[in-house]
């Protein structure tokens, strides 16, 4: 009885089983495609401090911006003509809450970068539930206009009205100076002029401040200069509760090709070896410690650790993980 009931049941779905072999997932596919993506933020925790990357966009670097002896550039050569791919970077800033103050370190590029792709770390700032008006301080690792456009519209209004902006002494002097503006080769010039436009509404409201190096401005943060990239380029070292986060600023650029060719170096240092050398010393020191990253051209969101590999390096970027969120203490503003 049970066979002669189970041959029959199987008879009759005979007919739906040929027709969904015959068209598989035929409705599925009329499924409307989704172009959005999920909003520019992602979280974690280091101690008790809050950590969101915000992202800014993505980004292409160019061939042409690579620099370094021709043994290495031949090298280079080959790698892109494999995987052209491995140019892609992406334009991100950080956001610290200390429960205290909140504080952005660097602030992507605004409208001072070429525009198009980039210029979305405010929206991304609002996602994360925030707003530009909450910002108590950006820190700026320099004053290239990928990491300090953000705070200054192109007609010249402060992104963050109620933020202080502090950046390296040497940093400040040497962008914001209208002799060596004056002196510069022509294909330098744009970043003075970005820099000091940048910069003019937040000296005007007494807001623009410059760090020599030892100052605590921040309960748990220290300042590591790395100059070599620009003349004052500033890391910021944030620790709470025994964990630390380095947020290094230019350190590297293509994550893809410079962690194993740390030589390689771009046409935007203005001391090429000073940057190779100081990228040497500060990859190798960070394999050997345990510190969380914060790299705004690493992809996003720009998270991880370092760890030697041969005579580079591997990065481990942070696992994604919507478990903290629940648990994390709520802005004290
Ligand atoms: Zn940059």
Known sequence: ?????????????????AS?????????????????QVPGYYRLKVGDLEVTA???????????????TK????GVAKE??????????????????????????????????????????????????????????VLVTHLHSDHVGGVTTQDGRRVFPNADVYVAK??????????LAAKAPKDAQPFFQSAQAIAAPYIKAAKWHTLSGSETIVDGMQLVPLSGHTPGHT????SSKGQHILFWGDTLHVQNLQLHNPEVTVVFDIDPTAAAAT????????????VLIAGPHMLFPGLGRLHKEGSGYSWTPVAFTDQWVESAPSPQK
Request: charged letters at 20%; proline letters at 5%.
């Open 279 to 290: 990228r040497n010393q500060l990859l190798s020191k960070l394999a050997r410690e345990d």
């Open 20 to 36: 969904f072999v015959a068209a598989p997932n035929a409705a599925l596919a009329a499924a409307r495609q989704h172009h959005d």
């Open 170 to 179: 040497a940093e400040s002097e040497f962008w914001l100076s209208p002799d």
């Open 71 to 74: 043994p290495t550039m031949d």
């Open 235 to 238: 890391a910021y070292e944030f």
């Open 80 to 137: 892109l003509q494999e995987d052209p791919h491995i140019l892609e970077i992406s334009v991100t800033g950080f956001l610290v809450n200390t429960g205290k103050q909140l504080i952005l370190i660097d602030a992507g590029a605004g409208t001072w970068f070429g525009g198009g792709a980039l210029g979305r770390l405010a929206g991304s700032l609002r996602s994360a539930g925030y707003t530009p008006e909450e910002v108590d301080m």
């Open 54 to 68: 915000l992202f800014d966009g993505p980004a292409v670097f160019d061939q042409h911006w690579l620099t370094g």
């Open 1 to 17: 009885m049970l066979k002669r009931h189970s041959m029959r049941f199987a008879a009759a779905l005979l007919p739906a089983v």
